[in-house]
């Protein structure tokens, strides 16, 4: 019988080999997948509406007549946020006003100064004026998603939400609806896939067009967003999602399995790997993960992904354990030790870092506040969690008193001859006083 995870060990021969081998994952490659989102996205903006109700008949069972059918009434929303239980609703109010409490800390002020000649110089902080989210439906449905999403364009204070999530066969998750009504979500429609980014990028007569579109999705909703970036701005191409664990030995084994099976649980692509020096505290964990994944309603999901992406890692030590931690740069990072803040000036490069015994993963995915959306496949070498900054736009501002244009062309007139632009160099020497 095949073993349940692959065990590694950074001191065997052939590791960097198996190393590179898990990592490796290409994020949109699939020609044929590429052809399919070609056609889609060509054909919504020819088309417009009339190829929304054909592909939402065609992949999602929903057979509408116009396409102004597929837009959600406010009513129906609010309707939803009624009729969920009560510990539901007060669970999604208590997540939304911790995401929002967190974010308006995020936002940014215009700014500027004077400087001593009477030059005016600043930055104007602007919020975006249309935002599109896509959120996953059906059975992978997320309102979780939608609150990551809404609030933090909420408070950057974007104008308008647009929100689309698809239906299959009719199929409507209350909670999705009802976290749409409670993060201010403007307006939603029920569809899916690369049409509803093509109708968000390119606009149609129902559905108005975007500025930015964020929010998570299969690879036909990453592969058209790939395509439509340009047209409008994009949050980033997410891969599958991710944990990194690196714990001393001394957390409950039980505890580190079910952190691990909490996002190999996700699809078969997500990813789950646990560091520790202690190669006896990694066969207490292999143990609790066999003894603990029967009990998963995924678990034929979490078993895939673990024997396909997963690894346990015997490290030489903690620093050998920064090494990988910053080479992985890992979606999510849990630090299990006694003292996680003494590490993170070492750590550079993860998406969100969550501290301590006690802080799994998968409060962060709900109510901890900050965003979940996060960088994936080695991206936190450079990219950062969604906030409020994703939303707000920045314009310089300069405004040169006749002193200061004086100064300045002098300047901006000699680089510009040595760059060989005469109209520049003119253009500066027109304010200089002579």
């Known amino acids: 019988m095949s073993e349940l995870i692959p065990r590694l060990d950074t001191a065997v021969a052939g590791f960097e080999k198996r190393l590179e081998s898990l990592l490796a994952w290409e994020a949109v490659s699939d020609a044929g997948v590429q052809q399919s989102v070609t056609e889609i996205v060509t054909r919504v903006r020819r088309e417009g509406d009339a190829a929304l109700v054909e592909y939402s008949k065609r992949f999602d069972g929903v057979d509408v007549s116009e396409a102004k059918y597929l837009e959600v009434p406010q009513a129906r929303l609010r309707a939803a946020l009624e009729k969920i239980s009560a510990a539901e609703r007060e669970a999604l109010v208590t997540a939304c006003e911790r995401v929002r409490s967190y974010h308006e800390k995020q936002k940014q002020d215009s700014w500027q100064y004077t400087e001593a000649d009477g030059t005016v110089l600043g930055q104007k902080i602007t919020p975006l004026d249309r935002v599109g989210i896509y959120v996953p439906g059906g059975k992978a449905s997320y309102p979780s998603s939608v609150l990551m999403n809404a609030m933090p364009a909420k408070v950057a204070g974007v104008r308008e939400i647009i929100m689309v999530v ?3 066969r009719g199929e409507v998750n209350e909670l999705v609806f009802a976290a749409a009504h409670l993060a201010g979500v403007d307006r939603v429609f029920t569809i899916g896939g690369a049409q509803a980014v093509a109708a968000l990028a390119y606009g149609t007569a129902t559905v108005p067009r975007v500025d930015k579109i964020v929010g998570p999705g299969n690879i036909y909703v990453a592969t058209a967003k790939r395509m439509v970036f340009g047209q409008v701005g994009i949050d980033m191409i997410a891969g599958p999602s991710e944990i990194l664990v690196y714990c001393d030995g001394k957390t409950d084994p039980d505890w580190i399995a079910m952190d691990l099976f909490s996002q190999a649980e996700h699809d078969e692509q997500a990813q789950a790997i646990l ?14 993960m066999e003894k603990l994944l029967p009990t998963l309603a995924r ?4 078993r895939t992904a673990l024997a396909d992406r997963g690894a346990l890692i015997k490290v030489r030590d903690r620093e050998e354990a920064l090494r990988l931690i910053n080479r992985i740069a890992p979606e999510h990072l849990e630090l299990s030790v006694a003292d996680p803040e003494a590490m993170l000036p070492e750590i550079r490069h993860a998406g969100a870092i969550f501290m301590g015994r006690h802080t799994p993963e998968a409060l962060g995915d709900y109510c901890a506040g900050p965003n979940h959306v996060l960088p994936t496949s080695g991206t936190a070498r450079f990219s950062s969690p969604l906030g409020v900054y994703d939303f707000q736009k920045r314009s310089s501002l300069i405004g040169c008193s006749p002193a200061g244009a004086s100064a300045l062309g002098k300047v901006a007139s000699t ?10 160099a003119r253009s500066a020497e027109y304010r200089i006083i002579k």
Do not use: C, M, N, W
Request: aromatic share 6%; hydrophobic share 35%.
């Open 275 to 288: 560091l520790s020096e202690d190669h006896e505290f990694l066969d207490k964990v292999y143990a609790s």
């Open 415 to 424: 680089l510009a001859r040595g760059e060989s632009l005469e109209a520049h």
């Open 166 to 168: 698809p239906t299959p």
């Open 299 to 302: 678990q034929d999901i979490v």
